[in-house]
């Protein structure tokens, strides 16, 4: 769908955005940690923080690389401890997300991150999943897990957490890759997804956020990955652009992270809108939002003040959002609906 749309109302820009149904697709939950829960959180469990207040933590949120994002992401986590603690930042996250218009989150978790502080699955799983069965009660939001194999770790370590998440398996809906990218290509994880796949799992990777688009092609041909998170350097091979284009294969984009870890220098000079206009299956998401300066209808509304997207354009990163979500066909069809319901009211 090209051209704009005319809308009935004056809706504004910002409750167009957040009234559009979507999904999000790339979100790491332990990424949602808000200075003040993190706070809370040191406070609860007795963890010294290198940080006098959140002034400082957030004077501190000030990156030049992926690497130098991770080093703060990772310390913060620490203070994830109690199955009360996963099951506070996942209700917090969720009432943001519905509060900007997600049907459905499909969210990334990192269980290296907490099995190596000595929390087990059984913490993590039963904090989040019962946060997501209450959110669903309270506001009909959808959700999904998606484990993380961190690939700063060897493959060998991201078969034994796939065999340790054995007792959780129905409660995931798909596994990733994340961390440190550079000089980590995703074939080193090929045994792990191979064992997710069969178990029925759905593959997704990170893929050409820092690192060269030989790890998109990897992604998708090592890992069977339907889905490539960022994707962002796929341009500089334009075989691979045609790929992309041909297969529909969604690129879940990030704009507030790409400029905050210094992807592009700023996101005047994004390629979301060249992408969109290559025919690539664009999605817009948060990323890590406490760590990046916004949520979700926050990197749609800045994509489209940078890039001068039109309602079309932001309508369609939503569509593309719903169509490229793991949930079943009946209820993204019914959410499909809702966003024809929203874009052209009866
Ligand atoms: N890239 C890689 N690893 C991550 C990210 C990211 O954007 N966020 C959290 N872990
Ligand atoms: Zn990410």
Known sequence: MTGDIELTGDTDLAAFVRGLPKAELHLHIEGTLEPEMLFELAGR????LPFTDEAAVRAAYSFTDLQSFLDIYYQGAAVLQTGQDFYDLMAAYLRRAHADGVRRAE???DPQ????RGVGFDVFMEGFTSAMADAETATQISSGLIMCFLRHLPGEAACDTFRAAEAWLDRIIGVGLD??????P???????YAMARAAGLRPVAHAGEEGPPSYITG???ALGAERIDHGVRCEEDSALVRRLAEA???LTVCPLSNLALCV???LAGHNLKRLLDAGLKVTVNSDDPAYFGGYVADNYLAAASALGLTRAELAQCARNSLEASFAPADQKQAWLADLDAFLAPA
């Open 179 to 184: 961390s440190s990218e550079a000089d980590h």
């Open 45 to 48: 469990n007795g963890v010294e």
């Open 219 to 221: 992604a998708l041909d």
């Open 248 to 250: 529909q294969t969604p």
């Open 264 to 266: 592009v220098d700023d």
């Open 113 to 116: 991150t907490h099995t190596e």
């Open 107 to 109: 969210m990334f978790f």
């Open 186 to 192: 995703p074939e080193e994880f090929a045994e792990a």
